[in-house]
Structures are given as C-alpha cells and as structure tokens.
C-alpha cells in the first residue's frame, strides 16, 4: 500500500513537473512569436508607406535589390513578411520579376540577424526580466498615444516580448534536456543528418516562422538538449521550410507571385543542399574560429554558421539573378491577358498596393487604345486589330470589378484621389473604346485635304498620350502637356471649320451629305482627343480639371 501510495506520488510529480515542462516551452514559443508579430506590425505602422516606397525605390537593379531585402529585414525582423511583400509588389507591377528575386535573397541573408540577436544578447545576458518594463511602456504607448506613437508603443512590446519568451524558452529547455537527452541520439550519417533536416523543417512549418525555430534551435544548444551537429541540421531544416510562407501566399495570385515563391523555394532549398553537401568544411571553419579567435562554441557558432551557409547561397545566386529569373519565366510561362496581369485577387485586401496595380493595368490598357486609334487613323486596322480591340474591352471590365473588389479607404486620403482618378478613367477609356468602330461616311473621308490638319493633330495626341504611360515613366508632366495643347488646339479646328463648312455646304461647295459626314469626322477626332485628354490626367493623377468639353 506504501509502495502504491509513492508509485503514484512520483507518477503524479513527473505529470505535473513534464505538464509545466510543456507550459514553459510552449508559452515560450509563444511569446517570442507574439513579440516578432508585434514587432514587425509595428515597425511596418511606424515607418507608414517609408518601407514599401524604399523598397520599390532602392531596387534598380539585382544587388541594389539584395541590399534593400537584407535591410528592410534586419529592420522588420521577419523574412516572410519581405517575402509577402514582394509577392504583393510584383503581382502589382511595381517590381519586375529579377528585382523581386534579388529582394528574396537579401531576406534570406537578413533574417539570419535574428539568430546573432539571440545568441549574442537572449542568451548570454538574462535580459527576460529586465525586458518586461519595456513590454508595459510598449503597451501604455500602444494604448494611450496616437499614429506612429502607437505603432512605436507596438513594435517596443513586441521586442521586450521577444527577450521574455527566450528566457520562458529556455527555462523549459533546461528541464527538457533533464527528461530527454536528444544529444544522445545518433551523430554522424547521412540519416541521422536527414532526420535533423525534417525536424527543422516540421518546426518552421508549425511555428510558421523560420526565427521562432533557430531560436528553439539556439535555446536548446545553449541549455545542453542537443549538440552543435544536431543544430546545424535543424538550422538548415528551418531555412528551407520558411520557404512555405512564401508558397500559401501566392497561392491563388498571378503568375509573377507563383513566379517569385518558386524562386524563393528554389534558392533556399539549394542553398540548403550546398550546406549539407558542405557541412563537414563550414565545421571545421567554425572549429577553426573557435580556436584561433576565441568564438563561442555554442550559440554564436550556431549563428555563424547559419549566416556563412546563406551567405555561400548569396555568393552563389546573385551574380546570375538575371539567368535563373530567365529559368524561372521558363518553368512558369505567362499564358494569361497581357494587360491584366497585375490584377492579382489576393491583393484586394492591401488597398494600396491593389490601387497600384490597377493603376499600371489602367496604363496599359490606355497605351493600347492609343495604339489602334493611331492604326485606324493610319489606316492599318485588320483582324489582329479588331481581336485586341476585343481584349481592351475585356481588360477593361476586369479592372473594373477589381478596383470595385478593393475595400473603401477614408475620404480626402491620396488612395481615396487614386480611386477617384482610375474610376474616371476607365469611364473615359469606356467611351474611348467606343471610337474604335466608326462610321463608313467618317472613315471614308480622314483622308480629304480638309481633314489632313485634325487627323494630325489627334495623331500627336495620341503620340504623346502614350508617351505619358509608358512603364519607365511616372508622371511625364511634358507629354501630359503636349495631349492638353494638342487637344485644345483640335477641339478649336473643329469649331472653326464647322461654321465654314456648313457656309460652303449652303453655297452649293460641298454635297450635303459629304459635309455632314465630314463634320462628323471632326466631331470623332474632336471626341477621340477628349477622352484621351481626360485619361491621361486621371492616370497621372494631376488635379481634376471640370469634366466638360472645351
């Protein structure tokens, strides 16, 4: 009966000592990806637009965009919030795809400064309780102040949680490491390798945060739980496997988000490939700085050789960025509308970047329209003509119901103007099309001595118009101008000509029905070079002038 009675007091010691055991490791994980959440939604609010502008900005070419990568995620701490982004800019055309790829593997490279932020300062200093005044102030700011005060207040609870989680984290390891002894499972082969890799993997794919893993990973090496091969193992799984962030977000968008995923899954995993493959000589590197430079021989070589293997990726990658772009448009060819494939569904719920994107749709579209109108007006229009006069209408539908799908933003705001504009837009690139098709009489007489002024004036128009929306240009003030002069001075031929054509027409000069049909023909052109007017200030969102005729 004794016996019993201390059978079951132990049983009931070890469930309650393995049940806090779970708490603390669990609570721990927990809290370190609050504090990372928190932090990254709070570094994004307090920094507004700042980050999405500088990130489109500084990315002219593949290394500007490796720099911008890496930074904007040291900045925000997560490389599969740069990675969403990415996925979002480029779906709206506001990156190209090499770009998009070079911002991809800078995240790769900057998210590994989380590992230097842990094993430097989490694990060595007992930060913990020292972090949690400044998860209060955090929350008061958040709570009490306002705009980018209350962002700030978020991001400094979430870094203070960050530190609280570790400490939580690594209590639970130190009792873990007392209960099961992983560093007793087998070291060495290729098996054992492999089965560290998945666990890594398995980590990242349940905290969804490839940070959250490396920082178990360093906890765990730090208490004693595993040994340093082990953790190069799971290292490397975990950078693989933050790979699926990437994937679930561009499932369901357009060829450039799957485009970029792929990329992203591509780059990690053979970067993780290069770091098995490689793995005896990145430890004896780390042997060799432990011995010769007094490197510590847990965390901080866990977070070297992290960074070294990612770095060998970048070293890799980033001089061909440009060919494996290629090799990536290859595998996933685009086979959809041309002129509506930055409308992305999944972006409607970034109102922003959504607006952008119909914006460089709206651009195109303009560009073709003005196109097949200099064709009809050249007398060049045929059958390719005709199929892609039926594809602008299509087009044109599409963006409307995406900018319609695309949440309310408050009035008198720059995306509310934005809304406005391209809603404008695509009234008067409706009308537009409606020019396409014209009468017999009109096109029978573009070619009369009389209408050779009108006919090149709505030409240059139109020249010009396409200048405005060209992709390298924003806002080509100068084109701009040359539409409203060149359409001014059109609409006042026609005003001029009528009062004297009909005079003639009276006179018996001209048959009525030829002066009819070529009033008529002014009256196109003079329509025609409105509406290419209107949409070309709507697009380059230049102050609403009075929607009526001159």
């Not at 195109?364 to 039926?390: F, K, N, Q, T, V």
Request: glycine letters at 12%.
């Amino acid at each position: 009966s004794i016996a019993k009675r201390d059978c079951m007091g132990q049983c009931g010691f070890r469930y309650s000592y393995m049940t806090a055991l779970l708490f603390k490791l669990t609570g721990g994980v927990g809290l370190f990806l609050l504090g990372m959440v928190l932090l990254t939604d709070g570094l994004k609010a307090f920094a507004g637009d700042a980050l999405r502008r500088a990130l489109v900005k500084f990315t002219g070419n593949p290394l500007k965009a490796f720099v911008s990568g890496c930074v904007v995620t040291l900045m925000v701490q997560s490389s599969s919030a740069t990675t969403v982004a990415v996925i979002g800019f480029v779906s709206a055309g506001l990156l190209t795809f090499p770009q998009a790829v070079g911002v991809v593997i800078g995240a790769s490279l900057g998210t590994t400064g989380t590992g230097w932020i842990v094993a430097e300062l989490g694990l060595k200093v007992s930060v913990g309780f020292y972090a949690l005044p400044l998860v209060g102030a955090g929350a008061f700011m958040n709570l009490l102040g306002n705009g980018r005060w209350k962002a700030l207040g978020m991001a400094l609870a979430g870094f203070g949680l960050i530190f609280v989680g570790i400490e939580t984290l690594q209590e639970g390891m130190n009792g873990l490491a007392g209960v099961f002894n992983f560093a007793g499972l087998p070291q060495g082969g290729f098996f054992s390798v492999l089965l560290m890799v998945l666990i890594g993997i398995a980590m990242t794919l349940i905290m969804q945060s490839s940070s959250a893993a490396v920082a178990t990973t360093l906890t765990a090496l730090h208490t004693g739980g595993i040994h340093f091969e082990q953790a190069t193992a799971l290292v490397i799984g975990a950078a693989v496997g933050t790979t699926v962030t990437g994937v679930l977000a561009a499932i369901g968008g357009n060829v450039s988000a799957k485009r970029t995923a792929l990329a992203h899954v591509t780059f990690n995993a053979a970067t993780g490939l290069i770091a098995l493959v490689m793995l005896p000589f990145f430890q004896a590197g780390i042997a060799w700085a432990q011995m010769h430079i007094g490197m510590d021989p847990g965390a901080t070589s866990l977070a070297a050789f992290h960074t070294s293997f990612i770095a060998l990726g970048v070293l890799v990658f980033l001089p061909f960025v440009r060919r494996f772009a290629v090799a990536i448009e290859r595998w996933l060819p685009d086979r959809g509308p041309s002129l509506t494939r930055h409308l992305d569904p999944t972006l409607v719920h970034l109102p922003e970047v959504a607006l952008e994107a119909s914006h460089r749709a709206l651009k195109e579209i303009g560009g073709e329209c003005y196109r097949l109108l200099r064709a009809r007006l050249e007398g060049r229009w045929g059958s390719r003509e005709l199929r892609m006069s039926e594809s602008i209408r299509a087009a044109l539908d599409s963006t409307q119901g995406f900018i319609a799908g695309v949440p309310a933003v408050g009035v008198g705001t720059p995306m509310a103007k934005s809304r406005l504009d391209q809603l404008h837009a695509v009234d008067h690139l409706v009308r537009l099309t409606g020019s396409f098709q014209a009468s017999s009489g009109v096109m029978e007489h573009l070619s009369d001595d009389r209408m050779k002024i009108p006919v090149s004036l709505c030409i240059g128009v139109l020249v010009a118009a396409g200048d405005s929306v060209k992709e390298a240009v924003v806002v080509d003030a100068e084109a701009i101008q040359k539409v409203e002069d060149g359409t001014r001075e059109l609409s006042a031929v026609r005003r001029r000509e009528r009062p004297l054509v009909l005079e003639e027409a009276a006179e018996g000069k001209w048959d009525s029905k030829t002066a009819l049909e070529v009033l008529d023909a002014m009256r196109w052109l003079d329509t025609i070079g409105y509406h290419v007017w209107r949409i070309s200030n709507h697009l380059a969102g230049t102050p609403s002038s009075v929607e009526t005729a001159f």
